[in-house]
């Protein structure tokens, strides 16, 4: 199947249903009452996301699957060479490239400059679905950039990563949704992939807590680094967002746009997280 040819229309197919549903699912069923009215969110973080993709398209001009498909014939590849079936091949290259996600999100958490550009999806006061498109430009080039570098290494099968795309949509969409999973489905859920009630963790006002939870698809890589965390504050008293933005219109497409070149905040560990290594 050519992978490439239907990788756009696939991606956004996958991108306007997951988020619909999702949607759809919050609203009937809130985990908790948004201080904003999620008209608001939708509209600007729509917009940012659309920056965002626009600017992705224009800098790096090609996309993984397309990547994928160049480099197949590498002799430089790890994945593209038969010393396994194909199928073995196809599911190292999701694990590895989720694996490699863990690492891209930690980076954002540990070195202070990318963390002043990921500050601005954590700065969000509120967390629903749309939360899910609320990465600065300069977040997405950096992530797409170090993605297409492992590519271009391992070679790896474009199937795989045309299905590693489609996974990293929906778990990123599901995992910011305002709801919550029926408890009987959570547990098993979360022991293989990301569930809201595990990311959402990651997005608490406690600087400790956003240290938390890095998994993109899987939670193993939390378990295994450990950063993982089972439970959280007490639903009465968690929040969620940065601690000395909860009086700035964080919502707003400049405040997003500039967070990153604003002077750094006063040094104060309330503020910015202990970014050392866990």
Request: glycine share 4%.
């Amino acid at each position: 199947m050519p992978w490439a040819r239907i990788e756009g229309a696939a991606y956004w197919t996958c991108f306007v249903v997951a988020f619909l549903t999702i949607a759809v699912w919050e609203s009937f069923q809130p985990k908790r009452k948004l201080s904003i009215a999620p008209e608001r969110r939708w509209k600007n973080h729509g917009v940012l996301l659309i920056v965002s993709a626009v600017i992705l398209t224009l800098v790096l001009r090609v996309s993984p699957v397309v990547l994928s498909a160049l480099v197949a014939g590498s002799r430089f590849g790890v994945l593209n060479k038969p010393w396994a079936p194909l199928i073995v091949r196809s599911a190292i290259a999701v694990v590895l490239l989720d694996l490699l996600q863990y690492w891209i999100h930690w980076s954002f958490h540990h070195i202070p400059l990318l963390w002043r550009v990921h500050q601005v999806h954590h700065s969000d006061p509120d967390y629903d679905v749309s939360t899910a498109g609320r990465f600065h430009p300069l977040e997405v080039l950096y992530s797409q950039g170090v993605r297409l570098g492992a590519i271009a290494l391992l070679a790896p099968p474009a199937a795989a990563v045309f299905i590693a795309e489609l996974l990293t949509v929906i778990l990123n969409l599901s995992a910011h949704a305002n709801a919550s999973l029926p408890a009987r489905i959570e547990k098993p859920v979360r022991s293989l992939f990301i569930t809201p009630d595990l990311h959402r963790i990651h997005h608490s006002l406690d600087a400790e807590e956003q240290q938390r939870n890095l998994g993109q698809t899987f939670p193993w890589w939390d378990r295994f680094f450990g950063t993982y965390a089972r439970a959280s504050a007490e639903e009465e008293t968690f929040r969620t967002g940065l601690k000395g933005l909860e009086n700035c219109d964080c919502l707003s497409i400049g405040f997003m746009l500039a967070e990153p070149f604003r002077a750094l905040r006063q040094e104060d560990p309330e503020v910015s997280p202990d970014l050392s290594p866990k």
